[in-house]
């Protein structure tokens, strides 16, 4: 993402940062970082000296953006496809249950060689896990073709001062 | 609060967790406990040796309630009165802003020795948090009195199998 004039080592997740603290300030939309739960198993004081992650009951953001309750992962890879591999059972079963509830999950998907960002909407991602799903084993199933990012998502950019609008079009 | 049945034991939070766990199940909202931040100075695989608490930018819980997106702290006195101190200025500034988005954030009191739980409201915490504000010193604006609770608040009762059923009436 050299386009966006940004430093070269910053990761895709502190560019969301970036963009959650100017929606903030805007006035956009309230978006925070849920980070990995630690189990701690034993303590000096405030020092934690035994512990380890937990897995997270969440996506990796959430937040509300006007009136829409809103959840969102932030995945990188830098294949010409995005593999599903890259999504867990549990967090499927998060965003299915966001969703129901009346709230809008999706996964922001940083295609790193192409320098381009999409916007994976649930509906599109259970369309393909469940291919996935039926065809375990099969050639061909395992990922999203870039393509369908090209065709049928949301590409995300910079605009009016936000690195990546990834609200734009939401709703 | 043992006229729930419960084991005695059991923590305020506890009895919300359940209540969340009921809430998912019967498809009445999604509402997840958002763990405290760890700060991890050093590993050791996958064991964490060195690290500490931070600041949650967030309240305990976020979660969709019939499309509405809700946050909310539990808080619980052994007096009669809810002293402010128990609620932080950057809890307050969340509070604020997830509501200004389209939110809506509360505090649910458990009042120990009556054996009663209550939902705050933002607008009637921010009303007497700000009446504490501006009277900082001075006698009685440092807490908010039970007959506040009583008068204004809706009470949480157990309801339908929902052990705290803290979304009645909310919308």
């Known amino acids: 993402m050299n386009k966006l004039g940004i430093h070269r080592g910053d990761t895709f997740e502190e560019y969301i940062n970036y963009s959650n603290i ?3 300030r805007k006035k956009i939309a309230l978006v925070q970082k849920i980070s990995t739960p630690v189990k701690v198993l034993k303590r000096k004081g ?3 000296v035994n512990g380890y992650f937990e897995q997270k009951s969440t996506l990796d953001f959430i937040g509300v953006y006007d009136e829409l309750p809103i959840s969102f992962d932030a995945k990188e890879t830098k294949e010409n496809r995005f593999p599903l591999k890259n999504i867990h059972q549990h967090q499927i079963e998060f965003m299915e249950s966001w969703n129901l509830n009346g709230g809008r999950a ?4 940083s295609f790193k ?3 381009k960002v999409f916007r994976l909407e649930f509906d599109d991602l259970i369309f393909h896990w469940a291919t996935w799903e039926e ?3 099969k050639r061909g199933f395992a ?3 870039y393509s369908f990012f090209e065709d049928d998502c949301q590409e995300i950019v910079s605009r009016n001062g936000i690195l990546l609008d ?3 079009g939401l709703k």
Do not use: C, M, R
Not at 106 to 109: A, N, P
């Open 22 to 24: 100017a929606y903030q």
């Open 46 to 48: 405030n020092k934690i």
């Open 106 to 109: 999706f996964i922001l998907v």
């Open 113 to 115: 060689s192409k320098d």
């Open 135 to 137: 065809n375990k084993g």
């Open 143 to 145: 990922s999203i073709p």
């Open 166 to 168: 990834y609200l734009e």
